[in-house]
């Protein structure tokens, strides 16, 4: 039971003193990039999702 305490001891000294946590505009800055990137990410999924189904259809279309 002492090394668990000794543990937990130990991980809350690391977080408050030995981690250096981001500014407000560090973690603003970061999130602003993360939201771009999601949205870029969701547009190009969607580009390539409608140009596959107009090919699908075009095949299924010749095909019928």
Known sequence: MAK???FFKDS???V?????WPTWSQ???SAVI???ASVI???LIFVMDKASSNVLELIYGVAS
């Open 4 to 6: 668990v305490l000794d």
């Open 41 to 43: 990410i969701a547009l």
């Open 27 to 29: 973690l603003q800055n």
């Open 16 to 20: 408050t003193e030995k981690v250096t």
């Open 34 to 36: 993360v939201l771009v």
């Open 12 to 14: 809350y000294s690391e």
